[in-house]
């Protein structure tokens, strides 16, 4: 199957874009900002681009004179009111917090001693939203602390997840919470727009390279963040839904990449047509086949042999002794399977994750990625958790539902994805690794601090914490007694008890730890795999790797079969022999993980992983699942020493 041809760029019928710019303020408190006027122009020629977005004329309104908030807010409502396809809410100028928190948008008149009764509440504009028979609702806010409208939007003590469906709402805001926006210097803005809304234009101008021929909010969000960030920017924010999230915002203007070799079904074309009542419903990024169960996700593991998850689509290896599978094509960083079998959660970037039946591959419930981004994932050893890890935040969830009971931020200055995580063999704590700067590479010339901690789950207490620069991997020992922490110059090991770090062993770019049920140490790196006596720090086993860096390790419970994924794809090991059992694939893995009767290994994949791949080997996204015979053969690769 191929892409279906591309209809014309535009929104469907019903659909409008409320473009509001505030350049010039009476207070002193509050200084101009002609850049205003410059990203509502931006903004609207984008928008009006019959290339990229194709809005008509009649479809976008401009408000760059405002008289009162209480005006704007009945204008706004009133769009709000008569959009039936897609609306739009794009804000640039001063925005507040009031001294309860609250996110103002700073109106010409607003004093700044009563930002809640002379500047536009953002709560009110949020009303105005939920109530709109909009199918999908899309608020761009350019704005100091405009993360805050992502709370807003969430009504207390209501998953935003629950609002997807009903409701629609998609928010990018150009900074994340409590951090100032960023404009150009003031003789400048008269032909510049403010960085976030200039940031944001350029890209979906000079398109993507390797995404689809239509780019979604979800496809332009993360290639946003990454350039604000490697400018030195604040970094922007999200929280997006399957239903909004999903909608097309422009033709991508990036020339589409030649496919070469056999590939998986290309995305159905899905434009800002394609969105709930309109006869179509919009697919996720790089997901093929069989409709997406989004219905309430509690007790829906019992549903899983219905036939209401997502198709598996089956390589047709002839002869393939591994039965290999393909469940997913979208880009996946993580996998995991819960300690009783039964359930596999994949961490699909950017779009939205699923829980699968471990059995079939196939999706039973979803979540969506929300602020955090999450990168990482595992389960607690009960199982009734699991943890999601990315962009500082940290969130523990139920197993079966996927709604966070507990959720742990990083410092405010932890800007950076790589967050691993572990939970103690007791499951009472989790280490967790990372960078506390914006600048965590060898060649950024900065070290980081608190890049390990260890958190109590049930307060949240950080229990220990140690300036371990860059950590890019964790692991307990069964006893717990002792953590593995690994960063681009190796590995240390923590004594919880003592709470302080033994000798540090070297390695390059390692990027996988783990323990073996007796204690000994895996560490994988550029070189290869290592196993270590964990008391003398010595090497007692070496299994080369096939080329290029190691991503991931995973072992078989009963500690006997070592899987290693990497740029050269994924070997198998006995551990006891020291022989390769078996070479899965070539293609690049960053991700693996044994199901726990050892009978089925997982291995993911994503080409937006924090995991870099830099040594230019092709390789596909998505998700592979093999069964591996309990006998193979072997041959002696390893060394022993």
Not at 360 to 369: D, H, L, Q, Y
Not at 559 to 576: H, I, K, P
Not at 589 to 613: H, I, R
């Amino acid at each position: 199957m191929t892409p279906t041809a591309m209809p014309r760029a535009g929104p469907p019928a019903g659909s409008h874009a409320l473009l509001i710019g505030v350049p010039d303020y009476e207070h002193p408190e509050f200084p101009p900002v002609p850049a205003a006027r410059t990203s509502l122009q931006a903004m609207g020629d984008l928008l009006r681009d019959g290339a990229l977005c194709g809005w008509e004329d009649h479809q976008v309104t401009v408000i760059d004179t405002v008289s009162s908030a209480d005006e704007l807010a009945v204008q706004v409502a009133d769009v709000a009111e008569r959009t039936t396809g897609i609306l739009l809410l794009y804000y640039v100028g001063h925005g507040m917090l009031s001294p309860s928190g609250e996110l103002c948008l700073v109106m010409p008149g607003t004093r700044p001693d009563r930002p809640t009764l002379t500047g536009l509440v953002w709560a009110h504009l949020a009303e105005a939203l939920r109530l709109s028979p909009a199918k999908a609702r899309i608020t761009i806010l350019d704005c100091c602390f405009a993360g805050r409208a992502i709370e807003a939007l969430a009504t207390e003590g209501q998953a935003l997840a629950d609002l997807a469906d009903i409701q629609g709402v998609y928010t990018l805001t150009a900074t994340t919470r409590n951090r100032t926006a960023h404009v150009p210097r003031l003789d400048e803005q008269g032909t510049r727009p403010t960085s976030f809304t200039g940031q944001l234009c350029e890209l979906v101008r000079s398109g993507i390279p390797g995404k689809p021929d239509q780019l979604t909010l979800n496809d332009i969000y993360p290639v946003l963040r990454a350039r604000l960030q490697a400018r030195g920017l604040p970094v922007p924010n999200q929280r997006g839904t399957d239903t909004a999230g999903q909608v097309v915002f422009a033709r991508n203007a990036a020339p589409a990449p030649a496919r070469t070799g056999p590939t998986i079904a290309g995305r159905e074309s899905a434009q800002l047509a394609a969105v709930p009542g309109s006869g179509r419903r919009p697919l996720p990024p790089q997901r093929r086949g069989g409709i997406r169960r989004r219905a309430v996700l509690a007790g829906a593991l019992a549903c899983a042999g219905a036939g209401t998850a997502t198709g598996i689509a089956w390589w047709s290896h002839s002869g393939d002794p591994f039965g290999t599978r393909r469940i997913s094509s979208a880009d996946t960083s993580d996998v995991a399977f819960s300690p009783d079998g039964r359930t596999l959660v994949t961490i699909e970037d950017y779009g939205g994750s699923e829980i699968r039946d471990a059995a079939t591959g196939r999706t039973v419930s979803g979540f969506p990625n929300d602020l955090s981004l999450p990168t990482f994932v595992a389960f607690s050893p009960d199982g009734k958790t699991f943890a999601t890890s990315g962009y500082g935040t940290i969130k523990v969830r139920d197993a079966v539902t996927a709604v966070a009971i507990a959720t742990f931020d990083a410092p405010s200055d932890f800007h950076y994805e790589v967050l691993p995580v572990a939970f103690s063999p007791d499951g009472k704590v989790l280490a967790c690794g990372g960078a506390h700067t914006d600048k965590v590479d060898r060649d950024a010339g900065a070290e980081a601090v608190d890049g390990f901690r260890l958190l109590d789950i049930s307060t949240g207490r950080v229990l220990a914490t140690s300036a371990e620069r860059h950590v890019r991997a964790v692991a307990f020992s069964s006893d717990g007694k002792t953590v593995a922490c690994t960063n681009d110059s190796g590995c240390r090991l923590w004594d919880v008890a003592s709470q302080s770090w033994g000798p540090p062993i070297t390695g390059e770019f390692m990027r996988a730890v783990l323990f073996t049920p007796e204690g000994r140490l895996v560490t994988g790196d550029r070189g290869g795999v290592r196993l270590w006596d964990t008391a003398s720090l010595r090497i007692t086993a070496t299994f080369p790797a096939p080329s290029g860096d190691t991503y991931a390790l995973a072992l078989t419970r009963d500690g006997r079969t070592l899987a290693v994924g990497g740029v050269g794809g994924v070997q198998v090991w006995d551990l006891a022999t020291s022989h390769s059992v078996a070479t899965l694939t070539s293609n690049t893995t960053q991700s693996l993980a044994w199901s726990p009767d050892g009978g089925t290994l997982a291995g993911a994949t994503s080409k937006q992983s924090v995991k870099k791949t830099a040594q230019g080997y092709p390789y596909d996204a998505g998700c592979l699942l093999w069964q591996l015979p309990t006998r193979l053969p072997s041959t002696p690769s390893g060394t022993p020493r």
